[in-house]
């Protein structure tokens, strides 16, 4: 399938610091972009998804933004809190599934 | 009650085996999946079933064989297990094709050939 480049593949910030993470897809038919938190051990959870009518999608302190043009969206996390500290994923519809971008370690340090 | 269940949790096995991994999903839901996840975290799919028909087959060898009795169940069998085997198996779930929608995934199963 198409490729998701996802960067960076580690990140680590202070608590009550900001995160982005940034990923590229080249179909340009894609319509579906949601992010996934899986944390050590644990199944992959949704935490956010944005559809191509809208640019930008907030849910307390996660948000999520979108660029078609560019083909590229982007996870916000504000205020980060040790329990954010997990592998985050962001995926895209192509051809009746989702493709996953290679993952970024969020590390959250107290 | 668990959305998406998947069993055994952890299979430990020998080369050359014969194992199985069973999931269940009780939401209802038309569409399964069936990703790996290596090592490095990778997710990558195997096989995908609308309603127990076959829609996604990625370049998996033959030894791997899904089946789907129902639309809410989707096996994974898979014959002569090799060392590059080992993984964490997830078997997913959707609404259906039409969305296209976010996933519901199992716990996984994390299967170790030695």
């Known amino acids: 399938g198409e490729n998701v480049e996802q960067h960076p593949s580690t990140l680590s910030v202070q608590e009550g610091d900001s995160a982005v993470i940034k990923c590229t897809y080249s179909?340009?038919?894609?319509?579906?972009f949601p992010w996934y938190k899986q944390e050590l051990g644990k199944r992959p959870q949704l935490i956010i998804d944005?559809?191509?009518?809208?640019g930008e999608k907030k849910d307390q302190r996660i948000a999520v933004t979108l660029n078609k043009t560019a083909k590229h969206f982007s996870l916000h996390i504000t205020e980060t809190q040790p329990e954010d500290s997990a592998v985050y994923f962001c995926?895209?519809?192509?051809?009746?599934?989702?493709?996953f971008g290679g993952g970024t370690r969020l590390m959250v340090k107290p | 009650d668990t959305a998406v269940s998947q069993t055994p949790k952890y299979l430990v096995t020998q080369m050359g085996n014969d194992k199985s991994i069973k999931c269940e999903q009780n939401l209802g839901h038309d569409t399964m999946y069936w990703y790996k996840q290596d090592s490095k975290k990778f997710l990558k799919i195997m096989f995908s079933?609308?309603?127990?028909?076959?829609?996604i087959n990625e370049t998996v060898p033959n030894r791997f064989s899904p089946k789907s009795p129902d639309k809410a169940h989707l096996n994974l069998h898979i014959n002569s297990l090799e060392l590059g085997d080992s993984a964490v198996y997830f078997c997913?779930?959707?609404?259906?094709?039409?969305?296209?929608?976010?996933?519901?995934f199992g716990s996984g199963t994390r299967l170790t050939v030695v």
């Open positions: 997913a779930s959707s609404l259906d094709l039409t969305g296209p929608y976010g996933y519901t």
């Open positions: 179909d340009s038919a894609s319509n579906y």
């Open positions: 944005i559809r191509s009518n809208v």
């Open positions: 079933y609308n309603n127990k028909e076959l829609i």
């Open positions: 995926a895209w519809d192509a051809g009746n599934m989702l493709t």
